[in-house]
């Protein structure tokens, strides 16, 4: 009752929070943060913005003024963050969606080739838990009406596939750093590319941004108190069951707010920068211990865990037989104490009030459908202990095998 790991954050200490409200003469820290977070994937230019969500409808917005032709709509994953659409929205652009491999989370092969029309600005690809998309195959598509390929590395900061950076696969790509990234300020968001032409226009539209106000940024401050001080196991159980907070909702909102990022958030960025590289090898040592627990399970799959080597995942994303299934997994991990989580709460073609946004009428997503059905995520990061690890791998093997 008194135990429940976080679903994902990392460790933050109030020292740290109490340096990163201290002043220490740098003028905008904000952007001092994207600038060492360019440095460090390769990125020639490199933006600060608010959140990962204003750095994606920045980047969109600017696309679209470089677009000679009357394109309007944005490719998305019909099963990604609901964060993704409210940006394509908030941007003035149509959403069409895409089907996903269920296994990979990529997009769907037999999608991917239905991708080059010429009313498509550009295609959003999310690596979803840090999983790596193909990138040969979404360039031949893009390549053939001169679509933009936006790297969503949201949830893969610090990752690296084919020896390139997570989100400087595409012609442009974009970090989050909210509350529950590898890295997090707890809001904010970084914009990144090597190309000139894109970023003139990213840094034309970035300068039309407000920082945020000092009465916000004492705000921010004392959330990041709360954040240091209850995302350990033992305390993170009392603001979970407060559902007022609504920790762990993922909304569709393209009213949200967008700014540069506060001078706390990019101190606190700094700060936390050199820790990335061991944040990601706990969460591949995690991960490895859920992988080989579970690996003699017939009746559940771990995506991406093929080979030796285990990817630093955000979280752990295992698919379950069907819904049935997953609601009584979650349900028995809770009373465990193990923040599981059913991730998004339908496909993006489910979500109310997005119809009018949609550029097709198309609802049927099979691969986004299993996913939103049968996924559940399990916690990796530094807070989750061997027992945890072992307790969830009994749990899924009882509730599994019993069927009760």
Request: hydrophobic letters at 40%; proline letters at 5%; a neutral charge.
């Amino acid at each position: 009752m008194f135990y429940l790991t976080a679903p994902a954050g990392i460790p933050i200490s109030l020292h740290e929070v109490a340096e990163a409200a201290r002043q220490d003469g740098c003028t905008h820290s904000g952007a001092e943060f994207s600038r060492l977070v360019g440095d460090m994937v390769g990125a020639r230019y490199s933006f600060d913005f608010g959140s990962g969500r204003a750095a994606l409808c920045s980047i969109l917005r600017s696309l679209a003024m470089l677009s000679k032709n009357d394109r309007d709509q944005v490719v998305i994953p019909a099963y990604t963050c609901f964060s993704v659409a409210s940006a394509v929205v908030r941007a003035g652009l149509k959403i069409r969606l895409s089907d996903i491999d269920p296994v990979t989370l990529d997009y769907a092969p037999e999608a991917t080739v239905r991708m080059a029309q010429p009313q498509i600005l550009a295609i959003v690809v999310c690596s979803l838990f840090g999983l790596p998309s193909r990138w040969d195959s979404l360039r031949s598509t893009a390549a053939k009406t001169g679509i933009y390929l936006i790297d969503d590395a949201a949830q893969s900061f610090g990752i690296e596939s084919d020896g390139v950076f997570s989100g400087t696969h595409g012609d442009v790509g974009f970090y989050s750093f909210g509350r529950g990234k590898n890295l997090t300020t707890y809001s904010g968001g970084v914009a990144v590319t090597n190309r000139p032409d894109i970023a003139n226009r990213i840094g034309a539209v970035q300068a039309q941004l407000a920082y945020p106000s000092r009465r916000s940024q004492l705000s921010t401050l004392g959330r990041l108190v709360a954040y240091s001080a209850m995302l350990r196991p033992e305390v993170y159980w009392l603001p979970s069951s407060l559902p007022f907070l609504g920790i762990g909702e993922t909304v569709f909102d393209p009213g949200f707010c967008q700014s540069r990022l506060g001078d706390i958030e990019g101190r606190l960025g700094r700060l936390l920068l050199d820790r990335v590289d061991v944040l990601n090898s706990v969460r591949s040592s995690t991960a490895r211990l859920f992988i080989d627990g579970l690996s003699s399970m017939e009746s559940l799959q771990a995506l991406g865990s093929a080979g030796e080597t285990t990817l630093p995942y955000l979280r752990l994303p295992v698919l379950l037989k069907d819904r049935k299934v997953r609601d009584r997994v979650l349900i028995s991990l809770r009373k465990a104490g193990i923040g599981a989580s059913a991730m998004y709460p339908s496909t993006m073609a489910d979500i109310p009030g997005i119809e009018s946004y949609l550029a097709s009428d198309e609802r049927d997503f099979p691969g986004a459908t299993a996913v939103a059905d049968r996924l559940i995520t399990l916690p990796t990061h530094p807070y989750v202990s061997r027992s945890d690890v072992y307790r969830t791998v009994a749990i899924l093997r009882e509730v599994i095998g019993s069927g009760s």
